[in-house]
């Protein structure tokens, strides 16, 4: 991507990104509140651990950066925080409505961008609880039956399914499937990313409930 959104949207993938589990019933964590307990901390690490997964799924060779956290955010601030940062890389960027970013980046430069941004104002962990299986299991089907062909009908390759077996088993491996890997390493022309988005959502709105 251009990606987020879920971590992106991969996050992204992404989102990316957001499927490895926010909680929508929770209450709005405090970003600049107490020191991440080591437990905390590890849940945040798992995250970006996972961003940069996806980020070596597309560019093999890709050296993670080193990055200096700035600060936590919550989940309605992180697109705007991670679109700033990438303003002051140099991209062109824009945030819309639904929190999809649109970019004219792309290619492994963009994508290690994008993961430096997402390490530097990563999700509070509040937001980073796992999916339950039921969750997984929708979100496979979403998958398979509508996001696999909307994306297929605009002219992306998709890679084949995995058993719903095999997809609960590796999903918090590296995404168990990434259905959004030929749009998330494209270079897109200026606002493709926001319309593919907003037609073929990378998650269903009913994941949480």
């Not at 796992?130 to 496979?140: K, M, T, V």
Request: proline content about 9%; hydrophobic content about 35%.
């Amino acid at each position: 991507m251009p990606r987020l959104a879920v971590r992106n949207t991969l996050a992204g993938l992404v989102a990316v990104l957001l499927l490895s589990g926010c909680d929508s019933t929770s209450e709005p964590p405090t970003p600049s509140g107490p020191k991440l307990s080591a437990a905390e901390e590890q849940l945040v690490q798992e995250s970006l651990d996972g961003s940069w997964r996806m980020v070596v799924l597309l560019y093999a060779d890709a050296v993670r950066p080193e990055v200096e956290r700035v600060r936590l955010v919550e989940q309605s601030d992180q697109p705007t925080a991670i679109a700033d940062c990438l303003a002051e890389q140099g991209y062109d960027v824009v945030v819309d409505s639904q929190g999809s970013i649109s970019s004219t980046g792309g290619g492994e430069a963009f994508q290690v961008a994008y993961y430096t941004c997402e390490a530097t104002y990563p999700l509070h962990p509040d937001y980073l609880r796992p999916l339950s299986e039921a969750q997984l299991a929708h979100l496979y089907n979403y998958f398979l039956n509508t996001l696999k062909p909307c994306l297929e009908a605009e002219g992306y390759d998709v890679p084949p399914a995995p058993s719903l077996q095999r997809f609960l088993e590796t999903y918090n491996e590296g995404g168990g499937w990434i259905v959004y890997g030929e749009v998330a390493g494209a270079k897109l022309p200026p606002g493709e990313w926001g319309r593919i988005n907003a037609l073929c959502p990378q998650i269903p709105d009913d994941l949480y409930g």
